[in-house]
């Protein structure tokens, strides 16, 4: 069963950038036709897709973020990561990183989730 | 892409069954099998309990389940457990490899 791990900074000033990492464990972030992601969710409200990347490099990003996202990838270090961009308040969030399955078993489906990260966005 | 519409909360007493409902269009639900439920609490990280509308992954009751009908998804609970209380969020591929959730329903059991 692979396990996925977010890290990076809990806190972020106004108008700086966040930036995450996913660790993946117990697999490789190289197999094929599976993509990886990022979702995050305020305090006290929903989920909402930030983005996915594929090993290869292709990324898919959420419309209504895309001017601030940017996702890459290393497989050496078997890592993803996302970069968000001119950050305010209403980006502080538990940032969650997730294995998504675009062949076999849980075709197309969030299922694997990291713990989660809380950012907060202050000055 | 906008939200998908699911109820912000139901409830059901023990043995019961509830049915929670997840809206779309025709471009996103309407569209795709690709519809998935997850069982969240509190924090917790999500967990997948249905993919592709209505098959469950290993380890998750058959007292879930899943259909859709149109724009909206449904999942049922039947034989309701004080464990099954918790937030329910359903997610739609919309397609160009984009993907957007519901609001989440907090289920109670009475």
């Known amino acids: 069963q692979q396990q996925l791990q977010e890290s990076g900074p809990g806190l972020v000033k106004p108008s700086e950038t966040l930036s995450l990492t996913c660790s993946v464990s117990?697999?490789?972030?190289?197999?094929?036709?599976?993509?990886w992601a990022w979702i995050r969710q305020p305090p006290g409200k929903g989920l909402e897709w930030i983005g996915s990347i594929y090993y290869g490099g292709n990324t898919y990003y959420n419309p209504s973020l895309k001017s601030r996202v940017t996702m890459s990838v290393d497989t050496s270090k078997n890592q993803f990561s996302l970069s968000l961009s001119s950050v305010t308040a209403a980006d502080t969030a538990v940032y969650f990183c997730a294995r998504l399955p675009y062949s076999g078993y849980a075709l197309k489906s969030f299922d694997n989730w990291g713990q989660g990260t809380l950012v907060t966005v202050s000055s | 892409q906008s939200a998908l519409t699911q109820p912000p909360s139901a409830s059901g007493s023990p043995g019961q069954s509830v049915t929670l409902s997840c809206t779309g269009t025709?471009?996103?639900?309407?569209?795709?099998?690709?519809v998935s439920w997850y069982q969240q609490y509190p924090g917790k990280a999500p967990k997948l309990i249905l993919y592709g509308v209505s098959e469950r992954p290993s380890g998750v009751p058959d007292r879930f389940s899943g259909s859709k009908s149109g724009n909206t998804a449904s999942l049922t609970v039947s034989g309701l457990q004080a464990e099954d209380e918790a937030d329910y969020y359903c997610t739609s591929y919309v397609g160009n490899n984009n993907w957007v959730f519901g609001g989440g329903t907090k289920l109670t059991v009475l």
């Open positions: 117990g697999g490789s972030i190289s197999s094929g036709s599976t993509f």
């Open positions: 025709s471009s996103d639900v309407g569209s795709y099998r690709y």
